[in-house]
Structures are given as structure tokens and as C-alpha cells.
């Protein structure tokens, strides 16, 4: 009868491994995992990750994208009002008139460089800017002005921008149009409800 190396208890012949301290018998030899299993642990363990992965996405990418159109929303405003503070600027120099002109390259040579470094063409969504201007009073003069962005989609609710009234739309309606004139926003997002 073989003796345990580990405690030195008495073992029976069949048992490879003692019971009391669990070392093996010498001369013995351990049982191989069988590469089978892990294969099947290994597999086991992707799967999850990969589960663990498109959960953390499905809450994530949501929340990027629509930060992304917010950032996007805010720069156009920025675009406008920056434009409409270098107009409101050229309006002083120039009595009360606004630049006469049909296109954003006609209005930039008006006011680059001495009213804004560059003009903005294209609002945060790689959409035209749109400008026009009228004479609201009996000269003919233009002393009235719209810029305008059609948001997201591109497309204006208004073919003429003189159409818009004040008005405000869903902070999540990245398709509705911004405008600006006369040194404040017509259309723009509802702002935050204080909490």
C-alpha cells in the first residue's frame, strides 16, 4: 500500500490522489484538460465581451450622435450671430444700410476683412447659408436683413426668407431652420427649462 508524501496517511492502491491533503500519489500522473475546453472557455469569454461591447454601444452611440447635431446647431448659431454682429457693424458705418447683394461671395467681398475675418458659406451640416436684404422703409436702400441655415435636412420652410416669424422649435429638431435678423435669432431651439 503506497503512503501519502504530503501528511503520510496509509492510501488504498486505486487512489491516485491522497483525500486528506489532496497531493497525488507518487508515480501517478495528473489528468490533461483536453484542448476542447478551452476552446469552449475561450469562446465563452468573447461572446460575453462582445454581448458586454454592443450594450455599452447601444447606450453610448445614441448619445455621441445627438451631441454631435447639438455641436453642429450651436456652431451655426455662432456662425449667424457673428455674422450679424459684422452687418450690424458695416449698418453703422454706412447709415443704417445693410449690403445690397444677391450671394454669400458678394456679401464677403463687402465685409472681409474689415467687418469679419472670413464669412461663413455653410452652416454646421456643409448646407448654404442663404442672405437677403429689403428695404423696409420708401428709399431703396436695404436697411432690413435675414441669414439664414436649413438645418440638418438643407431645405428652407420659406423659399423667401422675409416669410419667417419668431418662433422656437424642438431642441431635438435638427431639421428646422435657424434664422437670424436684425441683431437677434427669429428661429431657434427652445432653451433649457431651469431644473
Known amino acids: 500500500m503506497p503512503y501519502c508524501s504530503g501528511c503520510g496517511k496509509q ?3 486505486e487512489v491516485s ?10 508515480g501517478t500522473v495528473q489528468p490533461k ?10 469562446a465563452g469569454c ?5 454581448v458586454i461591447s454592443g450594450i455599452i454601444a447601444a447606450i453610448f452611440i445614441p448619445n455621441f450622435l445627438d451631441a454631435l447635431q ?3 446647431t450651436k456652431r451655426t448659431m455662432a456662425d449667424l450671430r457673428n455674422l450679424g454682429t459684422a452687418l ?9 444700410e445693410v449690403p445690397a447683394v444677391d450671394s454669400m461671395d458678394d456679401l464677403a467681398t463687402e465685409l472681409e476683412p474689415a467687418y469679419i475675418d472670413s464669412v461663413p458659406r ?12 429689403w428695404s423696409a422703409g420708401a428709399e431703396g ?29 424642438g431642441r431635438s429638431d435638427y431639421d428646422a431652420d435657424l434664422v437670424y435678423s436684425e441683431a437677434l435669432f427669429l428661429r431657434l431651439p427652445e432653451p433649457v427649462a431651469p431644473p
Open 122 to 133: 455653410v452652416d454646421g451640416w456643409k448646407n448654404p447659408i442663404r442672405y437677403t436684404c
Open 46 to 50: 468573447l461572446v460575453v465581451g462582445l
Open 141 to 169: 436702400a436695404c436697411d432690413t436683413y435675414v441669414l439664414a441655415s436649413g438645418g440638418r435636412d438643407g431645405v428652407f420652410e420659406h423659399d423667401d426668407l422675409r416669410a419667417y416669424d419668431a418662433a422656437t422649435f
Open 11 to 13: 492510501l488504498a492502491a
Open 17 to 26: 490522489q491522497c483525500p486528506a491533503c489532496g497531493k497525488l500519489v507518487p
Open 70 to 72: 447639438k455641436a453642429k
Open 33 to 42: 484538460t483536453s484542448k476542447a475546453v478551452w476552446v469552449v472557455v475561450g
Open 88 to 96: 450690424e457693424a458695416y449698418r453703422v458705418d454706412h447709415d443704417g
